[in-house]
């Protein structure tokens, strides 16, 4: 089995990638998704987490007060980086659980969503292959504000805050550049994920 990791800034079209994917027989996960329901479930990753930041970070039902925490993290690297360092020990050890489920289902590949894929390490720790899907800054603006409803300089705030296109397709095994229709990005990603899955297996 094959597994991929898919990357990019917000706006490129990763959803429309991992949507082929799942056409092609093989599983998503969400690495944000994983993170947020981490958070609620593992007692372990949570203990760690007040152990560091205090347990005022957590309200009275248990659940992260997001606002306070990330103005804690944002504003500190090294609080920052001591977040990353219990968090993705955590989510990778998840990830790799779930891969092997996707392996005794039999799936062809298995697609890993995260936009952190390669800070965290779980690319090369995980994957076969990286991918990035990327697209020209104002194209990706343009999608967030369509897709959010947002203003452009919100949207364009957000952008800014991502690392650029190059770092990604820099990093990564593959690209898919996505400034066109979505028709062309899925036949593009289809054929890169056919290629990926037959000379992987």
Not at 3 to 12: D, E
Not at 23 to 44: F, K, Q
């Amino acid at each position: 089995m094959t597994v991929i990791g898919i990357t990019g800034p917000t706006g490129a079209g990763k959803t429309t990638v991992l949507d082929v994917v799942t056409e092609l027989g093989g599983a998503v996960v969400d690495c944000d998704e994983v993170y947020h329901e981490l958070l609620r479930t593992s007692a372990s990753m949570r203990d760690e987490l007040a152990a560091r930041f205090g347990g005022e970070i957590f309200d009275a039902d248990g659940g992260l007060r997001r606002k306070g925490f990330g103005a804690i993290v944002f504003k500190d690297a090294q609080a920052l980086g001591d977040l990353n360092a219990i968090t993705h020990r955590y989510v990778v050890s998840e990830l790799e659980r779930r891969i092997a489920c996707a392996q005794a289902e039999g799936r062809p590949a298995i697609a890993l969503d995260a936009i952190a894929l390669l800070e965290s390490g779980a690319g090369e720790r995980l994957c076969h292959v990286t991918v990035a899907v990327t697209a020209a800054e104002d194209v990706r603006v343009h999608r967030i504000m369509a897709r959010e409803g947002i203003s452009e300089e919100y949207a364009r705030s957000r952008v800014a805050a991502q690392k650029p296109s190059a770092w990604f397709e820099a990093r990564c095994t593959y690209t898919l550049r996505n400034d066109g229709a979505r028709e062309t990005l899925e036949a593009r990603a289809r054929a890169l994920l056919e290629q990926i899955i037959k000379e992987e297996h």
